[in-house]
């Protein structure tokens, strides 16, 4: 297991991402309602998501702003995103 980022650490989602495109956040250890239909994550902090996109490791992020999902949805406080969009800020 391979982990990019931690508890705590500032990220910023890419531009390009499907969705909170832009937006900053925090890492976070998932709430128990999310792992509870998730199941447990590596670590606590990441885990693999399976879609039509491929397999991509997810990790929970806080948004600095409650954002708009890729359908216009929300606006959500967190959510799992790619860990190839993140990028670390200070």
């Known amino acids: 297991m391979n982990i990019s980022f ?12 499907f ?11 998932p709430p128990g309602e999310i792992t509870a239909l998730s199941g447990p994550w590596d670590g606590d902090i990441s885990r693999q998501e399976t879609s039509s996109l491929g ?14 999902d890729a359908d216009g949805d929300g606006p959500y406080r ?13």
């Open 6 to 17: 931690a508890p705590g650490d500032k990220v910023r989602v890419s531009e390009d991402f």
């Open 55 to 68: 397999v991509n490791t997810v990790y929970w992020v806080w948004f600095d702003e409650p954002q708009l």
């Open 19 to 29: 969705w909170a495109k832009g937006a900053t956040g925090a890492i976070s250890i």
């Open 78 to 90: 967190a959510g799992s995103i790619w860990e190839s969009a993140l990028k670390r800020i200070d």
